[in-house]
């Protein structure tokens, strides 16, 4: 039989196996990642190589340079992960892997990475969506987690408000209508003169400073469940280069503490907004900004006076990870979906 049969045939299989062992395989972006995940909630191991360190002489990720790391570093953590969980390849029942979103180049290392194991093993390759995987990271923080809930997905990427009906059946309520809120926190770093990663350090930088600077803004689409950030990023970019060219002093902590607080605000009107229109019982954060404590915090307060559970992932599963994408994709096999073949390429674009 060709792979593909083969592969179907096992696929099929796995939907009743009483412990599904998945190998996962992430590279989106500037993480190399691969973990061992078991039936969607037991991580055995789940290894990142981070490039932070190189990208942070660049201010930012480069593509070409992240690529060239996933396939010097893939290998190599490949082999850390069987390792630390104790597993062979041959006790592998599934690859999983990232085909989108994310850097194409990158991508492109991940998944024909997975294709070629998958392939070698004789197992199915399961094509897994960077989107649904952060969703995934609360299902190994919290084993009793389940669907129906409301999800905010609020990463480098994406910034979403998503009705998550079943494992693997989404509704998009609202979304940014230009940049994300990661994506403004990294431009509000730059301007500032902070190192990449700019979410992390604007963060820190805000703890020393007061809600007490004016930015020439106003809140964008107030009666709408879709986010507006490109207006906040400006705001913020003018007050300082008007600063610096007057020469003027200011305080660069007040400055990120006023831009966090007023990206938190636009946040979670949206979010109390939905939980009212849907009736949702439960609210789940998703993505590496999920990990802003500050954020946390007011989303707590907001679901406690609204009745409403809230669930984040553990700090180490809200960035990139394999972890995620192979809980999520355990789901994908329960639900007879994701199996791909040999023609799997990436996407630098998924829908949610």
């Known amino acids: 039989m060709s792979y593909e049969e083969v592969a179907k045939q096992k696929f099929e299989a796995l939907k009743t196996k009483k412990d599904v062992l998945i190998l996962s395989v992430e590279s989106s972006c500037d993480e190399t990642s691969i973990a061992l995940v078991k039936n969607g909630r037991e991580v055995l191991s789940n290894i990142i190589s981070s490039q932070i360190d190189i990208h942070k002489l660049y201010g930012g990720v480069v593509p070409e340079i992240a690529s060239r790391n996933h396939i010097k570093n893939i290998s190599g953590v490949l082999e850390e992960a069987l390792n630390e969980a104790g597993k062979t390849l041959e006790d592998v029942d599934a690859v999983a892997v990232t085909y989108g979103a994310g850097l194409i180049g990158a991508l492109l290392v991940g998944v024909n990475f997975a294709k070629t194991l998958a392939y070698a093993l004789k197992v199915p390759l399961i094509a897994v969506s960077h989107v649904h995987g952060h969703i995934g990271a609360n299902y190994i923080s919290h084993k009793n987690l389940t669907p129906p ?18 494992y693997c059946s989404f509704k998009l309520l609202g979304m940014t209508v230009d ?6 926190f990294d431009k509000v770093a730059r301007v500032l003169g902070l190192y990449y990663p700019g979410g992390p350090n604007v963060e820190r930088l805000a703890k020393n400073g007061e809600k007490k600077v004016k930015f020439n ?24 280069h008007n600063k610096e060219q007057k020469g003027e002093e ?11 607080e007023l990206a938190i605000d636009e946040l979670e009107s949206k979010v109390a907004m939905a939980i009212k229109k849907v009736g949702a019982k439960k609210l789940v954060i998703a993505g590496g900004v999920g990990a802003n404590k500050a954020l946390r915090g007011r989303l707590e307060k907001t679901c406690k006076s609204l009745g409403v559970e809230m669930f984040a992932p553990d700090l180490k599963f809200c960035t990139d990870n394999a972890a995620m994408i192979g809980s999520i994709a355990y789901y994908y096999i329960l639900a007879g979906i994701g199996l791909a073949d040999l023609t799997l390429t990436a996407s630098p674009v998924v829908p949610i």
């Open 149 to 166: 809930f409301l999800c905010l997905m609020v990463s480098g990427g994406h910034t979403a408000i998503v009705q998550v009906e079943d």
């Open 179 to 184: 940049d994300s809120v990661g994506e403004c």
């Open 217 to 240: 803004y106003h809140t964008p689409l107030p009666n709408s469940l879709d986010f507006s950030f490109s207006g906040l990023k400006t705001a913020v970019v003018n007050y300082v």
């Open 250 to 260: 200011f305080s660069k902590a007040d400055v990120a503490m006023s831009f966090q």
